[in-house]
Nanobody, 114 residues
Framework: QVQLVESGGGLVQAGGSLRLSCAAS????????MGWYRQAPGKLRELVAR??????YYADSVKGRFTISRDNAKNLVYLQMNNLKPEDTAVYYC?????????WGQGTQVTVSS
């Protein structure tokens, strides 16, 4: 079974930074893609960033502020979040795609105060 565990969330002031980590069971080299989603209360879950091979995708709302990266040796995927805004407040979920299956972590809360 694929397991994803997020960490690094917390409460930060607007303009601050956080780095989220996603620890995956097995080798992340086997996943077709990994990414980060977020969901705020009353809103749909949205894709924030995704890495596929050496290619990356970012939502327009976070482009230039967030960076997704991975450490294959440690089976970790990171989301570096800089210049955080209150609008970034949400539960952030790690996502992995393996062939045609989607896997999700339990989420980590990110709260940005104004």
């Amino acid at each position: 079974q694929v397991q994803l565990v997020e960490s690094g969330g917390g409460l930060v002031q607007a303009g601050g930074s956080l780095r989220l980590s996603c620890a995956a069971s097995g080798s992340i080299n086997n996943f077709n893609a990994m990414g980060w989603y977020r969901q705020a209360p009353g809103k749909l879950r949205e894709l924030v960033a995704r890495i596929t091979g050496d290619s990356t995708y970012y939502a327009d709302s976070v482009k230039g502020r967030f960076t997704i990266s991975r450490d294959n040796a440690k089976n970790l995927v990171y989301l570096q979040m800089n210049n955080l805004k209150p609008e970034d407040t949400a539960v952030y979920y790690c996502n992995a795609i393996l062939f045609f299956e989607n896997y999700w972590g339990q989420g980590t809360q990110v709260t940005v105060s104004s």
